[in-house]
């Protein structure tokens, strides 16, 4: 037997409440329990741990078989799991999630702050806000003689590892906490408040930490768990403003959360196409922002805006460290600009509700993380923080971020604005020199003559979120530069039909939150006429093309890149931007429509599930779109806690099937008695041609029997999203300005060659790709090597192996083994 089988973790949720929290807690206890450990949970943050239990246990433990196999989780070795029918349920988990603590059937959580909880305890809490095992701020924990108090308390369970999930002050007291443990064991050894073998036993404290926090203001993560939840409320709202301030001509102004960093408020203005952002980052200078600010808004509206929209960080400051409020702004701009303006103040509407499919994904890959990281962890390893980084999950000593994130608000203090925004990831940066080049309108344009282009602009493919937000900024790009913005609508069939329009600044100013294609689409490449298409490019004289799509729009510049041997017209730099909810272009981690779609796809599943427990224990088969690519499928399944997952790469074969029987029979068997349970299964459209979605409904329901029924729901277009998501919004800026700088250097180096006829080299046309959270490009020549084009999708998906991961969250390998 392993060391690490005796591990008793115990998890608790500290700081101010986020979205993604019980994600973690639900993904800590899983794993734990898979690899061997005992799990508790810790009500009410620090305060539980000092509180303690006052009662005994009262757990109704409903099953104690033993059994069990070795299961495997991403590749990592696990350890046997004999435990894990033993661990299925406590029953706990159901009186958090009643949010009583107490339970008619005399259950009751009172007096007991560290509980003990099972796999089934933290079934579904993904998909609920906030923390359900409660968080705090403890005064008592600040002091040591609460932290010698909360060790005796953890040392009582027995508990020796901990994982720690809260903003910066709560991971500042996880750290203080494991450095003093050696004193405090020794302390109540001394005072005889533990037993000499409770001092041996419990020498060491595992400790790691998540970042839960709303305004994304930790160093050395990318990302921290309920930003992006928060952001999409904040988005949400300003969306709902948009309209009434169009209405009235009205100018609002909205005050976002963040005391020391201005992510939600820059992301959220430039998602939503703000007309002026404040931030702590990047003050105003303190004697002139108020005129810069009405000069900006007034050039709006000299061009006929009807609306205007300020994003105020709530500690948005001037360069001479005096706070900007709300209140200001508003008189400020009703005063010298006559608007009639209001103020909103979204308060706590931001941190709560159900979490975005990226606060599902990320906090289940890092609380898988957490618990890996203490299993690993030595009296001499430090203290780890989970993050995410490049995409990829990683552990930074917990210490070096804390140190690094009060940076950030030391620097402000000191007015070195510079450093602070550089102690802030790359990607902030740029969304700020984002948000200024589709917000600000120049007096004059800013290229000379004659480097400025006529661009044309198509999209091309299936419609998907963010296509219009990557139209607007181009268009607002290209004013700015002086270039002339092409929309080509309807593809390449439009081009040939001269459905050719210049697009204007105001014209596209409401795109960032339209859904589907403004210039309309068409799956036809351009080899429908590739003689005819270049005679277009040469009638309209375009410099450049920018074309929005899937694999279709690879496709095209693939077509187009080859057909510059014939015909010059195709002599221009061209980029494809990736845009399409299959994600399936190849090298490309992320295309714009993917998040919005995999949002749809959460909110369907929700919806469905909840159905799926309420009628009687049904098993749901989803369909999902995707092409044959099955990410939609796979990070849906993930998002969704669905427990079978078809992808057309993995295809379904009848072993599969009568294993997936088999697993659906024994899970329901195990469920506690009078317990409706739905469960999900999500089908990829195309996984196979034989056995359908409707073939598969038909056999859970037919094998099913007494123990679960079986019913299908399509979700087909709804996948394509209404209003695009805000990361599919500030992806689509960050991509096109990038796309615009990329054409704009190309175009400058053609028009330094000497001949007649210019030649573009192959690197002028090519894919803007996201590859971990570098951007890059690949020529289109190059990108033939990584695409499967028979299937159309990559040859190889990043996220393969991520179905073996769902199929681990629902302890498949353990269930199936059980004799
Ligand atoms: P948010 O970002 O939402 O404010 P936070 O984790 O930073 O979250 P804090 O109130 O700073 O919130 O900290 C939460 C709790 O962590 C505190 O109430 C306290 O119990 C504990 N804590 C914070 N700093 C320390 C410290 N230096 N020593 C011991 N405990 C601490």
Aim: net charge neutral.
């Amino acid at each position: 037997m392993s060391n690490n089988k005796k591990l008793k973790l115990a998890v608790l949720t500290s700081g101010g409440d986020s979205a993604g929290m019980n994600a973690v807690v639900r993904a800590v206890v899983k794993t734990a329990i898979i690899k061997g450990c005992e799990t508790w949970i810790v009500r009410e943050g620090y305060e539980g741990l000092v509180r303690g239990n006052t009662e005994g246990h009262r757990h109704t433990h409903t099953h104690a078989e033993k059994g069990g196999a070795s299961p495997r989780l991403k590749g990592a070795e696990f350890h046997e799991a004999e435990s894990f029918i033993h661990n299925l349920r406590y029953g706990d988990g159901e009186l958090l999630k009643d949010g009583t603590g107490d339970h008619p059937g005399g259950r009751t959580l009172k007096g007991r702050y560290i509980v003990r909880v099972g796999w089934d305890d933290v079934r579904g809490w993904f998909s609920e806000g906030g923390t359900l095992i409660g968080t705090a701020r403890s005064v008592a924990f600040r002091t040591r003689e609460g932290r010698l108090t909360a060790a005796q308390n953890m040392i009582k369970e027995g508990i020796d590892a901990l994982v720690v999930c809260g903003g910066d002050g709560s991971l500042t007291g996880a750290d203080v906490f494991r450095a003093e443990w050696p004193g405090l064991v020794s302390e109540l050894h001394n005072e005889k408040r533990i037993t000499d073998e409770q001092a041996t036993a419990h020498a060491h404290l595992k400790i790691v930490g998540l970042v839960g926090s709303i305004d994304n203001d930790m160093s050395m993560t990318d990302l921290t768990i309920g930003a992006p939840t928060a952001l999409h409320r904040i988005c949400e709202s300003i969306d709902n403003i948009n309209s009434t301030a169009y209405s009235h001509s009205r100018a609002f102004v909205l005050e976002v959360m963040g005391r020391h960093c201005g992510w939600l408020a820059l992301m959220a203005a430039v998602s939503c196409g703000a007309d002026f952002v404040l931030i702590p980052e990047n003050p105003p200078d303190a004697d002139n922002w108020a005129d810069e600010m009405c000069q900006s808004i007034q050039s709006h509206r000299d061009i006929g805006k009807r609306k205007t929209i300020v994003i105020v960080a709530e500690g948005a400051l001037d360069s001479k460290l005096q706070p900007i409020h709300s209140e200001q702004v508003k008189e400020i701009l009703s005063e010298r600009l006559g608007l009639d303006t209001r103020v909103t103040t979204l308060g706590h509407t931001q941190r709560g509700g159900r979490p975005c499919a990226m606060d599902r994904i990320l906090p289940t890959l890092q609380g898988i993380e957490a618990v890996e990281a203490l299993l690993e962890s030595t009296p001499d390893s430090p203290s780890y923080m989970i993050g995410v980084r490049e995409n990829k999950i990683t552990r930074v000593p917990l210490m070096d971020a804390v140190k690094m994130t009060r940076e950030v608000a030391q620097a402000i203090s000191e007015k070195n604005f510079e450093k602070a925004m550089s102690l802030r990831d790359p990607e902030f940066r740029e969304t700020l020199e984002g948000f200024f080049a589709t917000s600000r309108l120049e007096s004059e344009p800013k290229l000379p003559h004659h480097l400025r282009m006529r661009v044309a602009i198509m999209h091309v493919g299936a419609p998907a979120g963010g296509m219009n937000a990557a139209t607007r900024a181009i268009v607002r790009y290209c004013v700015r530069q002086g270039h002339k913005p092409f929309a080509v609508h309807n593809g390449f069939v439009g081009l040939l039909e001269d459905n050719v329009h210049q697009l204007s600044w105001l014209g596209v100013d409401n795109w960032p939150t339209r859904g589907g294609s403004e210039l309309g689409t068409n799956r036809k490449l351009p080899d429908i006429d590739l003689g005819a298409v270049a005679a277009k490019f040469q009638q309209y004289n375009f410099h450049a093309l920018i074309m929005i799509g899937g694999f279709e729009a690879f496709s095209s510049l693939l077509i187009l890149e080859q057909g510059r041997k014939y015909y010059p017209a195709f002599n221009i730099p061209m980029v494809h931007l990736p845009a399409t909810i299959s994600n399936n272009v190849p090298l490309t981690e992320f295309s714009l429509g993917s998040d919005t779609s995999l949002n749809a796809l959460v909110d369907a599943c929700d919806a469905i599930k909840q159905s799926a427990s309420a009628s009687r224990n049904r098993v749901f088969v989803v369909e999902t779109q995707g092409g044959k690519c099955g990410y939609i499928a796979t990070m849906g399944a993930l998002a969704s806690g669905a427990c079978i997952v078809y992808t057309p790469e993995r295809g379904i074969g009848l072993d599969m099937l009568r294993n997936d029987v088999k697993f659906l029979k024994r899970r329901y068997g195990l469920d506690a008695k009078g317990k409706n349970e739905g469960r999900l299964v999500i089908r990829n459209e195309v996984s196979s041609d034989v056995y359908t979605t409707d073939v598969i409904t038909k056999m859970f329901k037919e094998e099913g029997g007494s123990l679960f029924d079986s019913r299908s729901a399509s979700l087909g277009h709804t996948l394509q999203g209404g209003i695009p998501s805000p990361t599919d919004r500030t992806r689509a800026v960050r991509l096109s300005l990038k796309s615009m700088a990329f054409i704009e250097k190309h175009h400058e180096q053609l028009l330094k060659q000497q001949t007649r006829s210019k030649q573009a080299p192959p690197e002028s046309a090519a894919i803007i790709t996201i590859q971990g959270t570098s951007v890059q490009w690949v020529p289109v020549q190059d990108m033939v090597q990584h695409a499967d084009m028979k299937n159309r999708r990559g040859k190889k998906a990043w996220w393969d192996g991520y179905q073996e991961l769902v199929e681990a969250l629902v302890a498949r390998p353990q269930i199936l083994a059980k004799g």
